[in-house]
């Protein structure tokens, strides 16, 4: 997409931004997700961005979103809950960070036609962790001790990863291994996957801003902002929503939205 033709999507479709970005956070607001997930093929199927401008775009609006829904949650889980915990957000990190710059060095290394065969696939795995490894129950870690270390720092360089690529914070795979290998209850997973989640993606962002195609952040700005804000509305929403929509019905429509959305952005030309 050239200047031109992003300055046009940026100021025609402000209010179909606000609205596509509302729908989404409302659906992440329900699985207690940020919505990056299903926000990352709209911006390439609807808005018609190339692939690794909407991952940068989805990173930008993923970064103000995961912002904000850390106080939202103070409430229910102190940030003095968090800082007990400061050990197992350092082990996570100990990859993370790594991960979410080499992920992002690849995403801008790519073609385009390989990008959107890579967000295909991963769209994919995502689809199948949350309907297998959403709802694990909270209990006894699956390691201990120098296995469980190690464990993490592989598993947070391979979510880092995962979140370069896509755009995402990676809470849809980080809840499920705070839940399995950490043995972390479900609310206390959520605001833990926040806290790893914020400078895992302000390292994959810093990587990208070093790539030409950084320059879609000023092109779109105001696109970025609206459509920011209707996914942080969207998500307070979905929250409020979440005693009405049983799991059992709601995380395999949204599986199968992902994968709808997979094979949308795999044929994507």
Same mark, same amino acid.
């Given at each position: 997409?050239?200047?031109?033709?992003?300055?046009?999507?940026?100021?025609?479709?402000?209010?179909?931004?606000?609205?596509?970005?509302?729908?989404?956070?409302?659906?992440?607001?329900?699985?207690?997700?940020?919505?990056?997930?299903?926000?990352?093929?709209?911006?390439?199927?609807?808005?018609?961005?190339?692939?690794?401008?909407?991952?940068?775009?989805?990173?930008?609006?993923?970064?103000?979103?995961?912002?904000?829904?850390?106080?939202?949650?103070?409430?229910?889980?102190?940030?003095?809950?968090?800082?007990?915990?400061?050990?197992?957000?350092?082990?996570? $990190? #100990?990859? =993370? /960070?790594?991960?979410?710059?080499? &992920?992002?060095?690849?995403?801008? +290394?790519?073609? *385009?036609? @390989?990008?959107?065969?890579?967000?295909?696939?991963?769209?994919?795995?995502?689809?199948?962790?949350?309907?297998?490894?959403?709802?694990?129950?909270?209990?006894?870690?699956?390691?201990?001790?120098?296995?469980?270390?190690?464990?993490?720092?592989?598993?947070?360089?391979?979510?880092?990863?995962?979140?370069?690529?896509?755009?995402?914070?990676?809470?849809?795979?980080?809840?499920?291994?705070?839940?399995?290998?950490?043995?972390?209850?479900?609310?206390?997973?959520?605001?833990?996957? $926040? #806290?790893? =989640? /914020?400078?895992?993606?302000?390292? &994959?962002?810093?990587?990208?801003? +070093?790539?030409? *195609?950084? @320059?879609?952040?000023?092109?779109?700005?105001?696109?970025?902002?609206?459509?920011?804000?209707?996914?942080?509305?969207?998500?307070?929403?979905?929250?409020?929503?979440?005693?009405?929509?049983?799991?059992?019905?709601?995380?395999?429509?949204?599986?199968?939205?992902?994968?709808?959305?997979?094979?949308?952005?795999?044929?994507?030309?």
């Amino acid at each position: 997409m050239n200047a031109e033709a992003a300055a046009i999507t940026s100021s025609r479709k402000l209010p179909f931004a606000f609205g596509g970005g509302a729908i989404i956070g409302a659906l992440g607001g329900l699985i207690g997700l940020g919505g990056a997930e299903f926000r990352l093929p709209l911006l390439i199927g609807l808005f018609r961005f190339a692939a690794l401008e909407a991952v940068i775009l989805n990173k930008a609006m993923s970064l103000v979103v995961v912002a904000s829904a850390l106080p939202f949650r103070a409430a229910t889980v102190p940030f003095a809950t968090i800082a007990m915990h400061w050990s197992i957000v350092l082990n996570l $990190l #100990a990859g =993370s /960070l790594l991960g979410a710059w080499i &992920g992002a060095g690849w995403a801008t +290394r790519l073609k *385009s036609e @390989s990008l959107y065969k890579v967000i295909a696939g991963l769209l994919v795995v995502i689809a199948v962790v949350l309907v297998f490894g959403h709802d694990a129950a909270a209990g006894q870690p699956l390691l201990t001790g120098l296995a469980q270390l190690v464990a993490g720092i592989v598993a947070g360089f391979g979510i880092g990863v995962v979140a370069s690529l896509l755009g995402v914070a990676g809470g849809e795979l980080l809840i499920p291994t705070l839940v399995l290998l950490f043995g972390a209850d479900i609310k206390l997973a959520g605001s833990l996957s $926040l #806290a790893v =989640s /914020l400078p895992t993606m302000i390292v &994959g962002f810093t990587r990208y801003s +070093r790539d030409q *195609s950084f @320059s879609v952040i000023g092109r779109n700005r105001s696109f970025l902002l609206v459509m920011a804000a209707g996914s942080i509305v969207g998500a307070f929403v979905g929250g409020q929503l979440l005693g009405i929509m049983p799991n059992g019905v709601l995380l395999p429509a949204l599986a199968i939205i992902l994968l709808l959305s997979a094979l949308k952005v795999w044929r994507h030309k």
